[in-house]
């Protein structure tokens, strides 16, 4: 079945560091969806992708959808303990009416003291 | 806060038994979807509900179904529970122009534990 890879799997990290983080997928998609995950809650919608090639910014986080269509692209800038968690991208699938949504297998963000 | 509830927030069965986890999508939106997440599979689609009408199903067992309330709420019954179903279990939603997005909003979802 559809599968999206993320990468890396973890990360650790010191606090100030930027961060990137990848996804790409076996075929394409119309939309990227970016959420991340804090323990034991739901995922939190962080960015949404609507146009190949598109850069979209929501505070210190900063994603990019592929021109391919197949990949996609999470940075955040000058991390904090508040970012800590597991970022998941997702695609939706939007064929009459059905919206499933795949998920990544997910990138665990960890910062170091 | 998304504005989508889920209850309970916790659960502990045996083996055998059923429950059934509740959702309430956020004011408005009419679609709303069930998924899994276990450690080994990670998050899984489950079932997608319309305005009270199945819309599409993934991967959910025989032993699990839902439905969708005239009121809007779903519910998701897990039957003859086995160790292997212990997971989070969350409920999201959309609206139509969410949908059309592909936008969805999650809950805090229900962990269950099967002993």
């Known amino acids: 079945g559809q599968q999206l890879n993320q990468s890396p799997q973890s990360m650790f990290i010191q606090e100030g560091e930027d961060v990137s983080m990848n996804c790409t997928s076996s075929?394409?998609?119309?939309?990227w969806l970016w959420y991340k995950q804090d323990p034991g809650e739901g995922p939190v919608l962080l960015i949404a992708?609507?146009?190949?090639?598109e850069l979209t910014s929501n505070g210190r986080l900063t994603a990019q959808f592929g021109i391919t269509r197949k990949d996609s692209f999470l940075n955040i800038s000058a991390s904090i303990p508040s970012d800590v968690g597991i970022y998941f991208c997702?695609?939706?699938?939007?064929?009459?009416?059905?919206?499933?949504?795949?998920f990544g297998t997910g990138t665990r963000l960890t910062i170091i003291p | 806060d998304s504005g989508v509830t889920q209850t309970p927030k916790h659960l502990i069965t045996a083996t055998g038994q059923r429950v059934t986890l509740r959702c309430s999508p956020r004011?408005?939106?009419?679609?709303v979807y069930w998924y899994q997440q276990s450690l080994d599979q990670g998050l899984q689609f489950l079932i997608q509900?319309?305005?009270?009408?199945?819309?599409a199903k993934g991967n959910i067992l025989e032993r699990f179904s839902a439905q969708q309330f005239p009121d809007l709420h779903s519910e998701l019954n897990l039957s003859s529970l086995e160790l292997g179903d212990s997971a989070l279990y969350f409920c999201?939603?959309?609206?139509?122009?969410?949908?059309?997005?592909?936008?969805?909003?999650f809950g805090p979802g229900t962990r269950l534990t099967v002993l």
């Open positions: 999201a939603s959309s609206s139509v122009r969410d949908r059309a997005l592909g936008e969805q909003f």
């Open positions: 075929s394409i998609f119309n939309t």
């Open positions: 992708l609507y146009k190949a090639g």
């Open positions: 997702a695609g939706p699938r939007t064929n009459f009416g059905n919206e499933k949504l795949t």
């Open positions: 004011s408005g939106d009419l679609s």
């Open positions: 509900y319309y305005n009270g009408e199945e819309r």
